[in-house]
């Protein structure tokens, strides 16, 4: 799902084009923030990292000067910058700070409960998750804002799955598909197979969730979503003991992760092919996991990384590393790993 919605990014468009033949005639320091809060919104719709950085590093020197609408904006831009490169705990904290000007900005805080929910949802910090995006829920439906009603419901459901809350988790995304108009139909259906396919396949119901990730995958156009529903989709015929065509699927999108430059899937795939084919060497998994992916784990996604310093504790006890193993095990149980919901399929 989109953490800036249609609505949003044509009102930025719409400022950012009437904006164009006045900012160079501006003195007026404050207003000159309101126009370059504007320019960062943009640059994050259009996924422009670069110049989004360099327009948060001038406005970080430009604070003094910011109403408390305007800090509202410029809290909210660096919490969705860092959600979307950098750190989550830093993302939490700038939404925070946000947070504490929203009483004073109308219309706000439907979206900033969403993009919460998504940070905390991230963090693995269940219950707040959700109860953020039934705020969001609540809200949005006063507007009648469909996209973000399908949004949030969607929201609700993953984390149900990550809770390990199946049967409420199904319920959640079947009672979206209703809510579809034409529109929304062609944007959401292939996530919402994905995630019925995801639920199956974690109440090891392989059929069905092969039936679901399948329509999924034929729905996806964007090949970031099609290598996560693939991945899913892998494992699904792994567990069902359909090794060739497990591996086929994995090494199809090896090759499209490295096209699209997706190092953490890049280093799922190639976890899941080690474990998949029989004649792969443990100690070469260990390796590749030490090497490649755990860095990458660590910096971009704390579930991965805690799952996979389980995973190096059992690979090397299996090889008679066992000091390794304690290495690895230690580290692990000093992390929060309650989370039910695996990323690390195997």
Do not use: W
């Not at 504007?38 to 670069?50: G, P, T, V, W």
């Not at 639920?199 to 090949?223: D, G, M, Q, T």
């Amino acid at each position: 799902m989109d953490i800036i919605d249609k609505k949003d990014a044509n009102i930025i468009k719409k400022k950012l084009n009437k904006s164009k033949n006045v900012v160079g005639k501006l003195v007026n320091p404050t207003t000159i923030c309101f126009f370059d809060l504007i320019k960062l919104h943009s640059h994050l719709y259009q996924r422009n990292q670069q110049l989004a950085l360099t327009k948060l590093n001038e406005l970080n020197n430009k604070l003094e000067y910011m109403t408390t609408e305007l800090k509202f904006y410029y809290f909210k831009g660096r919490g969705l910058y860092e959600y979307l490169y950098g750190s989550l705990d830093k993302s939490l904290s700038f939404y925070k700070r946000a947070k504490f000007f929203l009483e004073r900005i109308e219309g706000e805080e439907a979206d900033l409960y969403f993009q919460l929910s998504l940070v905390y949802s991230r963090l693995m910090d269940i219950d707040k998750a959700i109860s953020s995006a039934q705020k969001s829920l609540d809200l949005f439906s006063r507007e009648l804002n469909l996209q973000r009603i399908v949004d949030c419901n969607m929201l609700i459901g993953i984390n149900y799955n990550k809770q390990g809350d199946y049967e409420l988790a199904e319920k959640q995304f079947q009672k979206i598909l209703p809510l579809l108009d034409a529109e929304n139909e062609i944007r959401y259906k292939g996530k919402i197979y994905h995630n019925l396919g995801n639920v199956y396949a974690l109440k090891r119901e392989f059929n069905k969730s092969i039936e679901y990730l399948e329509k999924a995958i034929h729905l996806k156009r964007n090949p970031e979503e099609r290598i996560k529903t693939s991945y899913l989709l892998a494992y699904a015929h792994k567990s069902k003991g359909n090794t060739v065509k497990a591996l086929q699927i994995i090494k199809e999108n090896i090759s499209l992760a490295l096209e699209n430059d997706n190092h953490i899937y890049y280093c799922k795939f190639k976890i899941m092919e080690h474990l998949t084919n029989s004649d792969s060497d443990l100690h070469s998994l260990i390796q590749f996991i030490e090497k490649e992916a755990l860095q990458g784990f660590q910096k971009y996604n704390s579930v991965l990384y805690t799952e996979a310093l389980l995973m190096l504790a059992k690979l090397n006890k299996k090889v008679r590393h066992y000091k390794e193993s304690a290495h690895y095990f230690e580290q692990y149980i000093e992390r929060d790993n309650r989370q039910m919901t695996k990323e690390l399929l195997h």
